[in-house]
C-alpha cells in the first residue's frame, strides 16, 4: 500500500501535489470564509487565459535542449514595442491588435535569431547567460524609452516631460480585445472565450508543428543532441528554431497579458518575467529537459489559481502583501527543485 | 585516455597563453578606466568631492566584495547568494537597535549575532549547491530571490504578529511588520569614526574601515596557503582529481560557501555603518548583483578572481556608479538616463563576462 | 616472500562470469607483467584490487587478496592507497593549474601548524611549502628526472606528465606495490626508455610492480615473470625467460572459433564500394591517423584492434560524427566529410557502439527510434496535408515498425514500449531496424553484440548475415571480440596505433592476429611468413 502511494505521488510530482494541496485547502478556506466563488473561477478563468501564452514560450526552449528560456524578457520586449507602435499610431480596437502582432513578431523572430546564435556559444550555462542577457536588455531599453520618439500624448509623460510612461492604458486600443470576444456567463460566472479561444488555437499550432519533420527534428535535437547528429539533423539550427520559436510566443504572449491586464508596463516590468512562467510549466510537470502542452495547462491553472484564491483569503487573514510574497516563494522554491533534482547529465 | 594526453602535451607554448590571457583580463577594467574618464570629464564633479566619494566607497563596499573571491576559487562561479550573508548581517543589526546597543559595541555585538546566521544561510547554501553541480550560478541566483522572499515573509508578515517586538520604534504604524527604514543613528559610522582623518574640507579618510579592509585582503590571501586554502584550489580545479585523491569534495565545497557567506555578512555591516540607514526591503536585493558586476569589472572571470582585481573592479564599479548620473545630467538633461545607464552596466558586464567565459 | 598475491579471484557482472579462479603472485622487487586482449579481465582484476565501488555494487567477488601475507579486502581507492598499494593510470590525474611539487603531494601536503590552526583545527594548518618542494624534488631525483618542481603541469610533455605520476607513487611513504596500466600508451620511443628504466630502479628498491601492457617487447624487456588473462581465465604464467613476443601473441588471442557460416565466400566483385585514402579521425581515445582501406561490395570486412587504436574512429569519421581528414570515395565518387545527412543520403546506415547514448532515444518509444532516422533524411513516414506543412504519418510508422519487430523479433510490449525497458539484445535489435529503414548500401555496426548475453549474441550477428546474403547490404563490423569477427567476416582489418596493420582472412593463425594486434606483425609475422 505505502509503494503505491509513494508510487503515485512519485508520477503526480511534488511540486504538483503541494500546489495542488494548497490549492484545495485555499478553497475550503474560501468557501467557510463566504468568499464570493463565482468571482474568484472568473478572475482564475481570466488569469489563466493570461498568462499561458508566456507559459507556453517555455515549451519550445526545454523541446530544443536550451532549458528554462530566462531570455523570455526579450520576447516580451518586442511584443511591447509593437504595442507602443500601434498606439502611437492612434490604431484601435481589433487593428491596433493585428498591427501590435505584426510589428512584434517579425521583430521578435530576428531577436530570436540572434539570442539562438548567442546561446549556441555558451551551451550548459543557458540558464545563467539568458538571464543577465535579459536583464542587461531590459535596463538597455529603459533608456530607449525614456529616449523614444514617441509623441501619442497617452504615452509620453505629461507637462513635457520626454519619454514614455511607466505604465500606458490600452483603452483606446485592444484592452480586453480577446477577452471580450464571445464572452459569455455562465450563472455568475465570466467566460472569456476569445482570450481561451486565442490559447487553444496557439496550442493547436504548436502541436501540430510538434508532429512535423521540422517540430520533432527540434525535439531529438532537444533529447540527444549526437542521435540527432547521427540522423542528419543540424542540431545547432534547432536550438535556434526553438529559441525563435520561444521568443515569438513571448512576444504574442505579452500582447496577450497585456490586453487582459489593461495595461503595459515598461522600464522594468519585464525584468523578472521569466521567472513566474518558468515556475508554472515546472508546477504542471515539466523538467528542464521535458515539457508538453499538458505541463502549461495544469501548471498555469493550477499556479494561477491558487494565486487567485490566495490573495482575498490572505487579505482578510494577514495584513499587507502577503500574496505577493507567497507568489515569490512558490515560484522561485519550485524553480529550486527543479535546479537541484535534475538527472546527472 | 591517449588522446587526452596527446593534447595536453600540443599546451606546449604556455607563455603565448599567459600573454593573451593577461590581455583578455586586462581589456574590462581598460576599458571601465575609459569610461570613467569620459563620464568624469561630463559630471565634471569638483575633485575633491569626487575623491572623497571613492575613498568612501573603497572603504565600506570592497570586503562585500572579497566574499565572491572563495567560491570563485573553488570552482563554483559567481556567488550571487552572498545575498543571505547581507540578510544575516541585517539580523544582526536589527537586533542591536531593537535593543538600543550603540557605538562601536552595538555593531561588534551585531557582528557576533550575525556570524552564527551567516554560517547557517552558508551551510544552506553550500548543500543546495552541492545538488546543482555545474548550474551553481543560476540555482544562487534563485536561491537569492527565494531568500528575500522569506525575508519578507519573516519581517513583514510574522515580525510583530506571531513574533512579538517590544520595541515600537521598529514596528509599521499598522502594527505588523517591520518599518521600511531603519535609522541605524545608534552606530552610524561607528567603525569610519574610531580613526578618521579630515584632509580638508569636505574630504575626509575612514582610516579604520580601511584598515580592516586590508586586515581581510592579508586574511584572505593567508587562508589560501593553510591545507583547506589547497584543498579549496584543487576542487576548483578538478572535482574528480579531487575526489580521488581523497578530498571530501562536497564538505570543501560547503566551507567555501559558509566563508563567503560570513564575509559577505560583515561585509553588509561595514557598508550598512557607513550608509545609516537600514533599507529594511531592499539593501540585501542588490548585493549579489552589484558586487559581482564590480569583480568582473576588475577583470576576474568565473574560474578566476584575485584580491588585485576585487580592488580594481569596486574602484571603477564605484565611481562609474557616482558619475553616471551627473553626467547623464549634464549631457542630456536627465539624471535618470545615468542611473539606467548604470544598471545596464552591471548586468551588462555580467552577461558579456558569461557568454566569454562560460 | 610473496608481496601481493592473487587467489582463485572470481568475478560474476550480472550472470556473466568476466573472472574465473584467477591467480597471480607479485614479490618483491619483481616486476610482474600482465597481458590480455581486452576484454580479458585486466581492468576487473584491477578494480577487485583497488576496491572500486562498482564491484560492490555488482556482487562483489570470491577468492582472496594477500598483502604482505595479510587477507585484505578494501572497499575504495583510499584503502587500497593507505595500504601502500598504488596505481598509476592511463587517464593523468594531475590537475594542469597547479606545479609539479603540488601534484606530486595532493592531499598528501606536508603542514605547519599556525595561531589560527591551534584555535579552529588542522584544516587550517599552513602549507610547508618547502618542505613539499623538497619532498617532491627528493622522488624526481630517485627518478632521475631533472624537472623543476615549480613548474605548473600543464604544458609539460606527455612523457613528463608520467613521471609525476610515478614520482607521487614514489613519495608515498608506504608504497608497497604500483600498478601500471598500459603507461608508455603514449610516451615516444625515448620516453618509453626512461620509463622502462625508472620502473627498473622501482623494483629495485624493493616494490612490487605490476605492468600491464600490450606492448610485448616491453614487457620481455623488463617483466621477471608474466600472466596471461584470457577470457578472465590465467592461460599461462612464464618467466621472463620462458616468453616470447610470439608467443605470448599466441596465448593472448588463441580461442576456438566456430564459424557461423560455411563461408561460401560470395566471389566478391572486385569493385570496392568504398575507399577511404589517408583518412585520419579525430576521435577522442580512438584517433585514425592516415589510413587507407578497400571495401569491396557484398563483402562482410571485420575491423579488429586494440581498444584506443582506432578500430572504432573509423566508422565514426566516415559518418560525419567526428572531426576527420583525408579522402573518401564511394563508388569512385569524392564525398564530402563532416556532414552525417550526406552520408545517410549516399546510402550508408551506421549501428554506434555506443547504444544508449548515440544509437537510441531511450525515453521515446520504439516506433519512433526505427523511423526518425529515414524520416529525416530521406523524407519518409510524413503526409503533406499542405505545402511547406509535413506531418507525421503515424499510420505508416505503426505499420513499419510492427513489420521490424515481427521480421527482427524484438521482443517487446508493442511499438509504442519506451526503449528503456528493453533488454540490451532488443535495443540492439532496434538501432539495426533504424539503420535497415534506411535501406543502406553499405551498413557499419561497431560493437555489434557488446553487452549482450549469449544468445541473443547469436542473433545478432545472423542478422547481420541476413542482411548481406539476402539483400545484398554491405556489412562493415567494428568489433573487440576476433571470435566474432572470425565467425562471419570475409576479411578482418586490424588497425594498430590509428593505422591499418594489415588485413587477414578468418582462419589465419591465433598468432598472425595477436602479432598484428600487438603492432609485432611486420617485424615477426611477415618472417614466419
Not at chain 1, 93 to 120: C, D, E, K, Q, R
Not at chain 2, 4 to 17: D, I, P, R
Not at chain 2, 201 to 217: D, E, H, K, N, R
Amino acid at each position: 500500500m505505502k509503494e503505491r502511494l509513494t508510487a503515485a505521488m512519485d508520477k503526480i510530482g511534488l511540486p504538483r501535489l503541494i500546489i495542488g494541496l494548497f490549492l484545495i485547502v485555499f478553497c475550503v478556506g474560501a468557501a467557510i470564509l463566504k468568499l464570493p466563488m463565482s468571482m474568484l473561477l472568473s478572475d482564475m478563468l481570466v488569469r489563466f487565459g493570461m498568462n499561458a501564452v508566456l507559459v507556453l514560450a517555455m515549451i519550445p526552449a526545454i523541446r530544443a535542449g536550451t532549458g528554462l528560456n530566462f531570455g523570455l524578457p526579450l520576447g516580451v520586449i518586442c511584443g511591447l514595442i509593437g504595442a507602443v507602435v500601434a498606439i502611437e499610431y492612434k490604431f484601435s480596437g481589433l487593428t491596433s491588435f493585428l498591427v501590435a502582432l505584426g510589428v512584434s513578431i517579425p521583430l521578435a523572430v530576428l531577436t530570436g535569431y540572434l539570442y539562438g546564435l548567442l546561446l549556441n556559444r555558451i551551451k550548459g550555462q543557458e540558464m545563467v547567460v539568458g538571464t543577465y542577457v535579459g536583464f542587461s536588455i531590459v535596463s538597455g531599453m529603459c533608456i530607449f524609452w525614456l529616449l523614444a520618439p514617441f509623441h501619442n500624448p497617452e504615452m509620453v509623460w505629461a507637462y513635457g516631460g520626454t519619454g514614455l510612461r511607466n505604465t500606458i492604458t490600452l483603452e483606446s486600443s485592444f484592452d480586453k480585445i480577446l477577452n471580450n470576444f464571445l464572452a459569455f456567463n455562465i450563472g455568475q460566472v465570466q467566460i472569456p472565450t476569445g482570450l481561451l479561444l486565442f490559447f487553444a488555437f496557439l496550442c493547436l499550432l504548436l502541436w501540430f508543428f510538434s508532429r512535423s519533420k521540422s517540430g520533432m527534428a527540434m525535439h531529438v535535437a532537444g533529447s540527444n543532441p549526437r542521435f540527432a547528429q547521427s540522423c542528419g539533423i543540424n542540431v545547432n539550427k534547432m536550438r535556434i528554431l526553438g529559441t525563435v520559436l520561444s521568443t515569438v510566443l513571448a512576444a504574442v504572449g505579452i500582447l496577450v497579458y497585456n490586453q487582459s491586464y489593461g495595461f503595459l508596463s515598461l522600464y522594468n516590468g519585464p525584468l523578472m518575467m521569466a521567472f513566474p512562467a518558468a515556475a508554472a510549466i515546472l508546477i504542471g510537470g515539466a523538467s528542464l529537459r521535458r515539457a508538453t502542452i499538458g505541463h502549461v495547462i495544469i501548471g498555469t491553472f493550477l499556479f494561477q489559481s491558487v494565486l487567485v484564491v490566495a490573495s482575498p483569503l490572505f487579505n482578510v487573514i494577514v495584513e499587507g502583501s502577503f500574496s505577493e510574497i507567497f507568489r515569490g516563494i512558490i515560484s522561485n522554491g519550485v524553480i529550486l527543485y527543479a535546479l537541484t533534482t535534475g538527472r546527472e547529465e | 585516455m591517449m588522446a587526452m594526453k596527446l593534447e595536453l602535451a600540443k599546451n606546449s607554448s604556455v607563455l603565448t597563453v599567459r600573454i593573451r590571457q593577461k590581455l583578455i583580463e586586462m581589456a574590462v577594467p581598460l576599458l571601465f578606466l575609459v569610461l570613467c574618464g569620459i563620464g568624469a570629464y561630463f559630471a565634471q564633479l569638483s575633485p575633491v568631492f569626487l575623491i572623497n566619494e571613492i575613498i568612501m566607497r573603497m572603504a565600506r563596499n570592497p570586503l562585500l566584495v572579497l566574499a565572491l573571491i572563495i567560491p570563485v576559487v573553488a570552482g563554483m562561479g559567481m556567488n550571487f547568494a552572498i545575498t543571505l550573508g547581507a540578510m544575516a548581517g541585517q539580523i544582526g543589526l536589527i537586533i542591536i537597535t531593537h535593543y538600543e546597543i550603540n557605538g562601536i559595541t552595538g555593531l561588534l555585538v551585531a557582528a557576533l549575532i550575525a556570524t552564527p546566521f551567516a554560517v547557517l544561510f552558508g551551510y544552506l547554501t553550500g548543500k543546495l549547491l552541492n545538488r546543482a553541480k555545474g548550474k551553481e550560478m543560476i540555482t544562487s541566483m534563485i536561491f537569492g530571490f527565494f531568500a528575500n522572499y522569506v525575508w519578507q515573509l519573516f519581517f513583514l508578515a510574522f515580525v510583530g504578529s506571531i513574533i512579538p517586538m517590544r520595541n515600537e520604534k521598529l514596528i509599521l504604524s499598522t502594527g505588523v511588520g517591520l518599518r521600511n527604514t531603519i535609522d541605524l543613528a545608534g552606530i552610524r559610522q561607528s567603525l569610519d569614526n574610531l580613526l578618521k582623518i579630515q584632509v580638508v574640507q569636505g574630504l575626509s579618510i575612514p582610516v579604520s574601515t580601511l584598515l580592516v579592509v586590508a586586515l581581510f585582503c592579508v586574511l584572505i590571501t593567508f587562508f589560501m596557503k593553510t591545507k583547506l586554502g589547497q584543498d579549496i584550489r584543487a576542487v576548483g580545479q578538478n572535482m574528480e582529481i579531487a575526489r580521488i585523491s581523497g578530498i571530501d569534495v562536497d564538505r570543501v565545497r560547503i566551507y567555501a560557501i559558509i566563508i563567503s557567506t560570513v564575509l559577505a555578512a560583515w561585509g553588509q555591516l561595514i557598508w550598512l555603518q557607513n550608509i545609516g540607514t537600514l533599507n529594511t526591503y531592499g539593501s540585501h536585493v542588490q548585493v549579489g548583483l552589484f558586487a559581482v558586476a564590480a569583480l568582473l569589472i576588475g577583470g576576474a572571470s568565473v574560474t578566476k578572481a584575485t584580491i588585485w582585481q576585487v580592488l580594481l573592479g569596486t574602484f571603477l564599479f564605484h565611481t562609474l556608479f557616482i558619475i553616471s548620473p551627473v553626467a547623464g545630467r549634464n549631457l542630456v538633461g536627465d539624471a535618470q538616463i545615468g542611473e539606467f545607464f548604470r544598471v545596464f552596466v552591471a548586468y551588462g558586464v555580467i552577461a558579456v563576462t558569461l557568454l566569454l567565459h562560460a | 616472500m610473496a608481496l601481493l598475491e592473487f587467489k582463485n579471484i572470481s568475478k560474476f557482472y550480472y550472470g556473466n562470469q568476466v573472472l574465473k579462479n584467477v591467480s597471480l603472485t607479485v614479490h618483491k622487487g619483481e616486476i610482474h607483467g600482465l597481458v590480455g586482449e581486452n576484454g580479458a579481465g585486466k581492468s576487473t582484476l584491477m578494480n577487485i584490487l583497488f576496491g572500486m565501488p562498482v564491484i560492490h555494487l555488482t556482487g562483489g567477488y570470491e577468492g582472496q587478496i594477500i598483502l604482505e601475507g595479510v587477507p585484505v579486502s578494501f572497499r575504495s581507492p583510499a584503502e587500497a592507497m593507505a595500504a601502500g598499494i598504488g596505481m598509476v593510470h592511463q587517464e593523468f590525474m594531475l590537475i594542469p593549474g597547479f606545479n609539479v611539487a603540488e601534484n606530486i603531494k595532493l592531499n598528501r601536503e606536508n603542514t605547519r601548524a599556525n595561531l589560527v590552526s591551534r584555535i579552529l583545527g588542522p584544516k587550517l594548518r599552513t602549507i610547508d611549502v618547502r618542505k613539499n618542494r623538497a619532498d617532491a624534488r627528493r622522488a624526481l631525483d630517485r627518478l632521475g628526472m631533472a624537472l623543476d618542481e615549480t613548474v605548473p603541469v600543464g604544458g609539460l610533455p606527455v612523457g613528463h606528465m608520467q613521471f609525476i605520476e610515478i614520482a607521487r607513487e614514489i613519495d608515498k611513504e608506504n608504497s608497497k606495490v604500483v600498478v601500471f596500466d598500459e603507461p608508455t600508451a603514449v610516451l615516444t620511443e625515448s620516453e618509453a626508455e626512461q620509463f622502462l628504466k625508472a620502473a627498473q630502479k622501482l623494483a629495485a628498491g624493493g616494490m612490487g610492480v605490476l605492468f600491464i601492457s600490450h606492448r610485448l617487447d616491453e614487457i620481455i624487456k623488463i617483466c621477471d615473470r608474466i600472466t596471461v588473462l584470457r577470457d578472465g581465465e590465467v592461460v599461462a604464467s612464464l618467466s621472463r625467460s620462458e616468453a616470447s613476443v610470439e608467443k605470448l601473441a599466441e596465448l593472448m588471442v588463441g580461442r576456438k572459433i566456430s564459424r557461423l557460416t560455411v563461408a561460401e565466400k560470395k566471389s566478391g566483385s572486385q569493385k570496392p564500394i568504398l575507399e577511404l585514402i589517408n583518412f585520419s579521425v579525430d576521435m577522442p581515445g580512438e584517433r585514425v591517423e592516415d589510413l587507407s582501406l578497400k571495401i569491396y561490395e557484398g563483402e562482410i570486412l571485420g575491423i579488429g584492434g586494440l581498444a584506443g587504436h582506432g578500430k572504432i574512429g573509423i566508422a565514426n569519421g566516415i559518418m560525419g560524427l567526428c572531426p576527420a581528414r583525408g579522402t573518401v570515395l564511394k563508388n569512385g565518387k569524392q564525398l564530402p566529410l563532416g556532414n552525417p545527412m550526406r552520408m545517410l543520403n549516399e546510402g550508408m546506415a551506421f549501428v554506434s557502439e555506443d547504444r544508449r547514448g548515440v544509437g537510441l532515444l531511450t525515453d521515446e518509444s520504439i516506433e519512433l527510434n526505427i523511423v526518425v532516422a529515414a524520416m529525416q533524411s530521406q523524407n519518409r513516414f510524413l503526409k503533406r496535408p499542405l505545402p511547406f506543412f509535413t506531418l507525421e504519418d503515424r499510420a505508416a510508422i505503426r505499420e513499419h515498425a510492427l513489420k521490424m519487430i515481427r521480421e527482427l523479433d524484438i521482443r517487446c510490449l508493442g511499438p509504442q514500449q519506451t526503449v528503456r525497458s528493453l533488454s540490451g539484445g532488443n535495443q540492439q535489435k532496434v538501432c539495426i531496424a533504424r539503420a535497415i529503414t534506411l535501406s543502406p548500401d553499405i551498413l557499419f555496426v561497431s560493437e555489434p553484440t557488446r553487452g549482450i548475453d549469449i544468445g541473443a549474441k547469436r542473433i545478432v550477428l545472423d542478422l547481420l548475415l541476413k542482411l548481406n546474403r539476402e539483400m545484398g547490404v554491405t556489412v562493415v563490423m567494428t568489433s573487440s571480440e576476433l571470435a566474432e569477427l572470425r565467425a562471419i567476416c570475409n576479411r578482418i582489418a586490424i588497425v594498430y596505433k590509428g593505422r591499418l596493420a594489415g588485413i587477414l582472412e578468418p582462419t589465419a593463425s591465433d598468432l598472425d592476429f595477436g602479432l598484428m594486434m600487438a603492432g609485432e606483425y611486420e617485424q615477426r609475422g611477415a618472417a614466419q611468413a
